[in-house]
């Protein structure tokens, strides 16, 4: 989410970050940027510092503030020389800080880098997704009480989209994720991992959990963990 009232800054956040293969929700005014962080509980918050009505500043302590949003990663965006600001910034709970103007080199990899660091990756972490259990510190994954046998790179790919059950992880989103930056693999490597992935945790006639969205990526399918399937499976 941009929260930013210049006009011309919107619109080339807009496209470099859609370009990117983020999905990018655009908020011109203080006042509505707190509805609308609830609302749409964006995944990142890019925050201007001078907004009309409220400033960033503000926004950012309450977000801090109100549990359901208060882990959203925040940039903030402000003019050249503010120092004091920065401080201020950081301190009120801002992840990130960048001056403008900056390239869009800078910014994309700020965002990466203020992603990673969110993703709860602690030792010790399980991740549940219906009846699949992910086990971060065993390194171990079970569906409805049987153990799966993932190879590493399917393990960190059911990973990551079980961090965000619902979201649609594009491609590149997910070379960038699981393989990291540095690393050159080719687009396709990612279907044929997912189709791995998919032989690791279905048996003939389970339902698959993992949503195919043409032409934009791979998701967890939200309605599988609440399907009722799972009481039946379970007993
Ligand atoms: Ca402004």
Known sequence: MVIEDEESLCALLEY?????????????????ALYAIEDEKPDLILLDWMLPHVSGIEICRQIRARSEVKDTPVIMLTARG????????????????????????????????VLRRSRPTLAGDVATFGDIILDRQAHRVRRAERDLHLGPTEFKLLDVLMQRPGRVFSREQLLDLVWGRDVYVEIRTVDVHVGRLRKAINRRGDRDPIRTVRSAGYALDETYAATPARQAARG
Not at 83 to 111: C, H, N, Q, V, W
Request: no cysteine.
């Open 16 to 32: 470099n970050l859609t370009r990117e293969g983020y999905k990018v929700s655009l908020v011109s005014d203080g006042d509505e």
């Open 82 to 113: 503010e120092e004091d600001d920065r401080i201020r910034g950081l301190e009120t709970g801002a992840d990130d800080y960048l001056t403008k103007p900056f390239s869009m080199t800078e910014l994309l990899a700020r965002i990466r880098a």
